[in-house]
């Protein structure tokens, strides 16, 4: 993000360039689940631009919490939305490709540990070296409050 100031004043005309990405960026706690079943407690991931960044994808990285896995999605801005097949996952000396389907953002669509409305993002991943297992992720974007930290 950059910020500049134009104004002798000084804030008065403040502009603010964003990520073609900013509505779907950010931090996000997320649980995993198999089956349905709770198969790992909340982790942290990031979405945010790829060095592109013409809005035609998102890079979602999972600080190899859950299975290792940095990769850039396909994304439809307007719904908010994100998928692909046989997307090359980059981690030093780990190399696989993942199948991301049913991938969206919703707004306002979550409560969070403490029980803020947050925005909450959802997704089905499918991991070359363990194929046939979804993983199903869903969680809330990272509010800033120490009672919803993990």
Not at 2 to 8: D, K, L, N, R
Not at 121 to 140: K, L, N, R, V
Request: charged share 20%; proline share 2%; with cysteine.
């Amino acid at each position: 993000m950059v910020a500049s100031c134009t104004s002798e004043e000084g804030y008065a005309d403040l502009t603010l360039d964003k990520s073609a990405v900013s509505e779907m960026s950010g931090d996000w706690y997320v649980e995993t689940f198999v089956n349905g079943n709770l198969a790992l407690g909340y982790e942290v991931i990031t979405v945010s631009n790829t060095p592109e960044d013409d809005g035609t994808a998102i890079q979602i990285f999972d600080h190899s919490h859950i299975w290792e896995f940095n990769t850039a999605v396909p994304v439809n801005i307007s719904s908010l939305t994100f998928e692909g097949s046989n997307l090359a996952s980059k981690v030093d000396d780990y190399e696989i490709t993942v199948n991301i389907t049913n991938g969206a953002i919703v707004k306002n669509g979550t409560t969070s540990t403490s029980g803020r409305t947050a925005d909450k993002i959802s997704f089905d991943i499918e991991f070359s070296d363990d194929p046939g297992t979804i993983y199903h992720i869903e969680g809330y974007k990272r509010t800033g409050f120490l009672e919803d930290e993990h």
